[in-house]
């Protein structure tokens, strides 16, 4: 499975509102790839492959077309615990049917309490490997997956940039000060707000232009703790484990994550 949604794009910015200390455009244009925009990046990428554990909560929001065709906007929250290399635990409460997912390197379960049902299955040795093997079995998804890789930078690898340049700062995302990066490759978009002090990002938003609804895709991340180590019972749940066995399978047809339609063509 290809990651498509955290780190890579660049969404329009002529005509964007002024933020404080911003760049004009042609000044941002003058060079496809901007040195503070890979400095950036690469002080985020560095700061998240370095974390040995880490918790955060992400918000996504993703747009779907209603049946007039105007465009309607989801969100879902994902409560994230992870340990490298092979631990993680997501807690999501809604929106929708809420779920539980635990990989402590062993076993993988998804875990639906309303239901009291589980689907487990075998797991592969690490969090990379195993971010694409739920979505092979099961169409599981993780709209943050890319900042829990061991090389999220790699992503820019696999798509290519385009242009990178930095946008200016901004104030107001994330209660904090956050640097603005603009990235685009040839089938994503998006702009990024990162820490300018802990370089943990803040925000992304993302748009795949060659998708037909040309939807819009939106993670915001608070509540960052990096530590050295989680308790080990973090990642199982005796609950869990004692529910109503399902196959691990998807649960219908299912749709491609945001970015894969766009990039086979």
Not at 132 to 158: G, Q, R, T
Not at 228 to 244: I, M, N, Q, R, Y
Request: proline share 9%.
């Amino acid at each position: 499975m290809k990651h498509w949604v955290i780190w890579v794009a660049l969404l329009p910015l002529l005509g964007a509102p002024t933020v404080a200390g911003a760049q004009q455009t042609q000044q941002a244009t003058a060079s496809p790839i901007e040195p503070k925009a890979t400095e950036v990046l690469k002080a985020a990428c560095d700061t998240l492959s370095a974390a040995k554990a880490m918790s955060f909560t992400a918000v996504s929001t993703y747009e779907r077309a209603a049946r007039n065709g105007q465009p309607l906007f989801f969100a879902t929250q994902n409560q994230v615990t992870m340990q490298r290399p092979d631990k993680l635990r997501v807690i999501t409460p809604g929106d929708g049917t809420p779920d539980e997912f635990y990989y402590d390197g062993k076993t993988i379960m998804a875990y639906v309490p309303s239901e009291d049902l589980v689907a487990v299955t075998e797991a592969p040795p690490t969090i990379d490997q195993m971010v694409d093997v739920v979505w092979e079995k099961a169409a599981i998804y993780f709209p943050f997956a890319d900042v829990i890789l061991s090389k999220p930078c790699d992503v820019f690898e696999e798509h290519g940039l385009n242009s990178a340049f930095y946008v200016g700062q901004s104030t107001i995302i994330g209660g904090t000060t956050t640097d603005m990066v603009a990235v685009a490759g040839d089938n994503v978009q998006a702009e990024l707000w990162i820490g300018a002090a802990d370089h943990l990002p803040r925000m992304v938003r993302v748009v795949y232009p060659h998708e037909p609804a040309h939807a819009l895709y939106q993670t915001e991340y608070s509540g960052w703790q990096l530590v050295d180590s989680v308790d080990s019972g973090t990642f199982k749940s005796e609950k869990a484990a004692k529910g109503k066995p399902m196959p691990f399978q998807p649960p219908g047809l299912r749709e491609p994550p945001p970015g894969q339609a766009a990039k086979q063509k």
